[in-house]
């Protein structure tokens, strides 16, 4: 498994250094003006003119507005890939070996905070607002993003919590409660300028982490304790 890891590393590394100049300064653009205007409300000619391209080399790379967010998709797949997907792996062992409650809880919490630490990193900013448009408003590439990427993120959760509620994974009250935990965890990201209003914080410091760690912490074990 680690070894699969490192494979993906690498290709994805030299898949970076196969890209040309032009190609790397679309991608860049595509992906700030994706997140500002989702999939539906972006343009090619804005994509363009912030990657100081001319409109003919984009298409040349990328074809269309929709070849450029497959692209956008699999940049979004390997930063998952590198940055998560460990974690989520290493916890999902353990959640399917256990049989202590306590323990899939404490994997959860691992999976939780591993997670939000990554999505409020002002370097994935703009990936997280890309998936947060197409949670809001789905475009047709909503199947492919969640299939590739959110579905292997969420997977390991409604696992976890599918065995301490003792039901099925794929049933209603698993999904709805996996989902409720998942809110809390976006909501960091997506309804970051009203936290920071109501709270005061200029930012996600190290300290307020720490406030939010522990926070997270409670709220899933709120979440799950009546099923203990």
């Known amino acids: 498994m680690a070894c699969n890891l490192l494979r993906k590393k690498t290709n994805q590394k030299m898949t970076k250094k196969n890209l040309s100049n032009s190609q790397e300064k679309i991608l860049d653009a595509a992906v700030t003006v994706f997140s500002k205007n989702g999939f539906e409300g972006a343009r090619t000619r804005d994509i363009a003119d912030l990657a100081q391209v001319n409109i003919a080399t984009l ?15 699999k940049q979004i797949l390997e930063r998952s890939n590198e940055l998560m997907m460990p974690t989520m792996i290493a916890q999902r062992e353990i959640i399917e070996s256990s049989k202590d409650k306590k323990e899939i809880i404490e994997a959860i919490k691992i999976m939780s905070l591993s997670f ?20 809001i408003d789905q475009s047709k590439h909503f199947k492919t993003l969640f299939e590739t990427v959110m579905k292997r993120v969420c997977e390991p959760f409604i696992y976890g919590v599918a065995k301490i509620m003792g039901k099925k994974p794929e049933s209603i009250e698993v999904i709805l409660l996996t989902h409720s935990l998942h809110s809390t965890l976006t909501a960091l990201q ?34 799950l304790q009546p099923y203990l």
């Open 59 to 73: 298409h040349y790379h990328f074809k269309s507005k929709d070849g450029i967010y497959g692209s956008v998709i």
């Open 116 to 135: 939000i630490e990554i999505i409020i990193n002002p370097e994935n900013a703009r990936y997280s607002k890309i998936v947060a448009f197409e949670q």
């Open 190 to 223: 997506h309804n970051k300028s009203s936290l920071l209003y109501l709270s005061g914080w200029k930012g996600y410091d190290q300290n307020n982490i720490k406030h939010i760690r522990k926070n997270i912490s409670h709220v899933i074990d709120s979440l």
